[in-house]
């Protein structure tokens, strides 16, 4: 078939609007967005990445611009050089081309390798374990004597490291911004590092499917002032605070509906292990993992029906009366 120059040229022009379009898709302001790094973490990846990419656009406009030559140049089937067999000084030429871009690839991803794997060393600020259950992240500070949920607290411009483990299946914990993507394993321990460069709220959610609500367990890094984040961390080693009036209600409601089986309340009755602590739940900004905002609406409508709000979720629907909702929110509320 012949294609006339005009005809190339239009497909190379529909290709370009297609790209245009499948990039358009791509923001650097998104809130989960690798590109705009606020550690060193996601910095060094997002470096390593661009040196990859810009490796990659040379050899696709090196090759693609050689092919696209050819193409033009001999559309017609005329002049076509002469074809021969072998050619010693080409065949070295394209042997160690590409030797040499892999090798420019290879240095600084390994390096960047080694350089994320583990912590800078003695500088650990802050050690935190996170086990992942379906669906949602349980937060302890083992030093600071803190189990919380679905957060994670740490102080600005520190080293924070995170062991991770699964209570379930296989899980993978990721906040883009601060980098790095780590599977959580159960039976087996994994680690990554975070350092957070400015104070901010930064997005994570599960990376691995990990069953029905996979998409619906997301968490959220808190970074702040070192003496923010110390209060935080005194306010969170407290027992719950006493409450009253409808509160209070809310809290024998908690025992007589079981809810004190699966949940711990810390000075309380409530010791049950299956779901998120929730000593201090009333000062967390989402509930459900990320799902919803802790307001007292979104509160009473995840207590309403659960496994309406998050498919599979292990908490069932107790059938409360309006009345029951309204002192369990009140409860909950004031747990700060
Ligand atoms: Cu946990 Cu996907």
């Not at 550690?39 to 990419?53: D, H, K, S, T």
């Not at 809810?259 to 009755?269: F, K, P, W």
């Not at 292990?273 to 979104?298: F, M, Q, S, Y």
Request: hydrophobic letters at 50%; charged letters at 15%; one cysteine or more.
């Amino acid at each position: 078939m012949r294609v006339s120059l005009a005809q190339f040229l239009a497909a190379v022009a529909a290709l370009v609007v297609l790209i245009g379009l499948v990039l358009a898709a791509c923001t650097p302001s998104h809130p989960q967005s690798t590109f705009d790094a606020s550690g060193p973490v996601a910095g060094m990846e997002r470096n390593v990445f661009y040196w990859i990419f810009w490796a990659a656009v040379f050899v696709f406009v090196t090759v693609g611009g050689v092919l696209v030559y050819t193409f033009v140049r001999f559309r017609n089937g005329e002049g076509i050089p002469r074809q021969v067999h072998g050619n010693r000084r080409l065949e070295i030429a394209w042997t160690l081309a590409p030797a040499v871009v892999l090798a420019v690839v290879a240095v600084p991803m390994l390096l960047t390798l080694f350089r994320v794997s583990s912590p800078p060393a003695g500088e650990v600020a802050v050690n935190v374990k996170v086990v992942a259950h379906q669906w949602w992240w349980e937060v302890q500070y083992p030093d600071l004597d803190i189990v919380t949920a679905n957060e994670l607290h740490i102080p600005v411009g520190r080293v924070v490291d995170v062991t991770l483990t699964s209570n379930d299946v296989i899980h993978s914990f990721w906040v883009p911004k601060l980098g790095g993507k780590i599977d959580v394993i159960p039976t087996r321990t994994t680690s990554i590092w975070l350092k957070a460069d400015k104070s901010g709220t930064y997005f994570g959610q599960c990376a691995e499917f990990c069953g029905i609500s996979h998409g619906n367990m997301r968490f959220r890094v808190i970074a702040k002032p070192q003496a923010e984040f110390d209060a935080w961390a005194e306010a969170q080693r407290g027992p719950a605070a006493q409450v009253t009036g409808e509160a209070e209600r809310g809290a024998q409601l908690f025992v007589a509906k079981g809810c004190l089986a699966c949940h711990t309340i810390r000075g309380t009755l409530a010791m049950g292990k299956i779901g998120p602590d929730l000593t201090h739940v009333g000062g967390r900004t989402t509930i459900a993992a990320g799902l919803l905002d802790n307001t007292p609406e979104d509160l009473a409508r995840w207590l309403r029906d659960p496994p309406e709000v998050k498919p599979g979720a292990n908490m069932p629907n107790l059938k409360l009366s309006g009345e029951e909702v309204s002192a369990l929110v009140a409860y909950l509320q004031a747990l700060k």
